[in-house]
């Protein structure tokens, strides 16, 4: 069962603009990890934001998590073409899996 | 290796079928991880090993479903009686800690359709 629920579910952008998709998640959690795939491949993890942090950054992706209203977004600033990929949020609440969404689309338009 | 191998890459079975996917970590990563993803489907966790043991097998689908990974180190998903509703991309994935506490390397997957 998906316990997070992307949105939206696609998006389409221009090179160099800012891309945001959220997540959002039913129970407590230890950690939240977004994850990009690219088309036939698998997953490559971006970053980790633990349950008691409120924002994180690694180059160009920005993380926030709020756990009172259980949900994460993830930015990704000054797009490029090869960023087009699916998104996927996975929470951790139990140490031993994780669980997926169902993923957020996301093309960059040259 | 420098990354998580799995063979085959794509496995055509006929409905019926056994089939046996493989999947190498990364070396000396202590957890592995099988996963299953359904086209246009976040991936859905299937098992979890700590070094050999099997600490999480709750995922699995049904009996016909079994994975080892005996010394620790390569894994075997092995499905029996293959079903149309098999028909997926199996993902294995490996970490250095034990568990879920930092994040995953996967593997590009194993293609499987049932016909």
């Known amino acids: 069962s998906q316990q997070g629920e992307e949105d939206p579910q696609a998006l389409s952008i221009q090179e160099g603009e800012n891309a945001t998709m959220n997540c959002s998640y039913k129970t407590s959690i230890n950690n939240l990890q977004w994850y990009r795939q690219n088309s036939g491949r698998g997953l490559v993890h971006l970053i980790l934001?633990?349950?008691?942090?409120r924002e994180k950054h690694s180059g160009r992706l920005r993380v926030t998590l709020d756990t009172s209203k259980k949900s994460s977004s993830l930015l990704i600033t000054a797009s490029r073409a090869a960023d087009t990929a699916s998104y996927f949020c996975a929470t951790d609440a139990s140490g031993s899996r994780l669980t997926f969404g169902e993923g957020t689309q996301l093309t960059v338009n040259p | 290796g420098a990354g998580v191998s799995q063979s085959p890459r794509y496995k055509v079975a006929k409905r019926g079928q056994d089939v046996a996917l493989r999947c190498d970590p990364i070396?000396?990563?202590?957890?592995l991880f099988w996963y299953q993803q359904a086209l246009g489907q976040g991936p859905e966790f299937l098992t979890y090993?700590?070094?050999?043991?099997?600490?999480?097998k709750s995922g699995l689908p049904s009996d016909r479903f079994f994975a080892e990974r005996p010394e620790g180190s390569v894994s075997t998903l092995k499905i029996q009686r293959t079903q149309q509703e098999d028909s997926a991309v199996y993902l294995c994935?490996?970490?250095?800690?034990?568990?879920?506490?930092?994040?995953?390397?996967f593997g590009s997957g194993t293609r499987l359709t049932v016909v």
């Open positions: 994935a490996s970490s250095a800690s034990a568990g879920t506490a930092y994040g995953y390397t």
């Open positions: 090993f700590q070094n050999e043991a099997q600490l999480d």
């Open positions: 934001i633990r349950s008691n942090e």
């Open positions: 070396s000396g990563h202590v957890s």
